[in-house]
Nanobody
Framework: QVQLVESGGGLVQPGGSLRLSCAAS????????MHWYRQAPGKARELVGV???????NYAGSVKGRFTISRDNAKNTVYLQMNSLKPEDTAVYYC?????????WGQGTQVTVSS
């Protein structure tokens, strides 16, 4: 059974930082690309960034230079380090992977950026 469990969300002031974690089980984590998505109220889910099995990363233009994705294959965990947060980063953040011809999503973690 594949499970993705996010953690680390919360309330932060503009300009602050948060680090999200996504712990995976039920997959051969090291060979899977991992994605972070987010969905703001009333908006479509959007891709934040991706990290390949080899550690290469790509980011949406809106977060490039502020967010960093990393992975620890020994812990089956992917991270999203978010710096210089803005109110428009407020959303539910989800991790995602595709394995066994199926898409898997975590339950999401709320990030709220507000003073």
């Amino acid at each position: 059974q594949v499970q993705l469990v996010e953690s680390g969300g919360g309330l932060v002031q503009p300009g602050g930082s948060l680090r999200l974690s996504c712990a995976a089980s039920g997959i051969i984590f090291s060979i899977n690309a991992m994605h972070w998505y987010r969905q703001a109220p009333g908006k479509a889910r959007e891709l934040v960034g991706v990290i390949s099995s080899g550690g290469s990363t790509n980011y949406a233009g809106s977060v490039k230079g502020r967010f960093t994705i990393s992975r620890d294959n020994a812990k089956n965990t992917v991270y999203l380090q978010m710096n210089s947060l803005k109110p428009e980063d407020t959303a539910v953040y989800y991790c995602h992977t595709a394995a066994y011809y199926t898409d898997y999503w975590g339950q999401g973690t709320q990030v709220t950026v507000s003073s």
